[in-house]
């Protein structure tokens, strides 16, 4: 059974920094393109980083505070959230899509390119 599990989500002040994992499992998904997205109640879904086998890609809200990244050894995806600011509020998602679907950027935040969603992590920051 695949799954994806995130944690490291939590509540922090304004400037701080969180990092959060993603666990993948069930397959190997070290050729797949994992995401970052993120739903705040009300709002819809938003795109914030993806990364493939050859590229990252961000949304222009968190380009220069987060960073995503991968262990294909641990088949584990980070993202460090830097400077974070009250509108990162959100629950934070992670996905992934299978190998050649995501090869642009406007592919990469489109969230029906994904097959596998994880439950989500809380990241609430205060102001």
């Known amino acids: 059974q695949v799954q994806l599990v995130e944690s490291g989500g939590g509540l922090v002040q304004a400037g701080d920094s969180l990092r959060l994992s993603c666990a993948a499992s069930?397959?190997?998904?070290?050729?797949?393109?994992m995401a970052w997205f993120r739903q705040d109640p009300g709002k819809e879904r938003e795109f914030v980083a993806a990364?493939?086998?050859?590229?990252?890609y961000y949304a222009d809200s968190v380009k220069g505070r987060f960073t995503i990244s991968r262990d294909n050894a641990k088949t584990t995806m980070y993202l460090q959230m830097n400077s974070l600011k009250p509108e990162d509020t959100a629950v934070y998602y992670c996905?992934?899509?299978?190998?050649?679907?995501?090869?642009?950027?406007?592919?990469?935040?489109?969230?029906?390119?994904?097959?596998?969603w994880g439950q989500g992590t809380q990241v609430t920051v205060s102001s």
């Open positions: 069930g397959r190997t998904f070290n050729y797949d393109t």
């Open positions: 996905a992934a899509a299978p190998p050649n679907r995501v090869n642009t950027a406007v592919a990469a935040s489109q969230g029906v390119r994904y097959d596998y």
């Open positions: 990364i493939s086998f050859a590229s990252t």
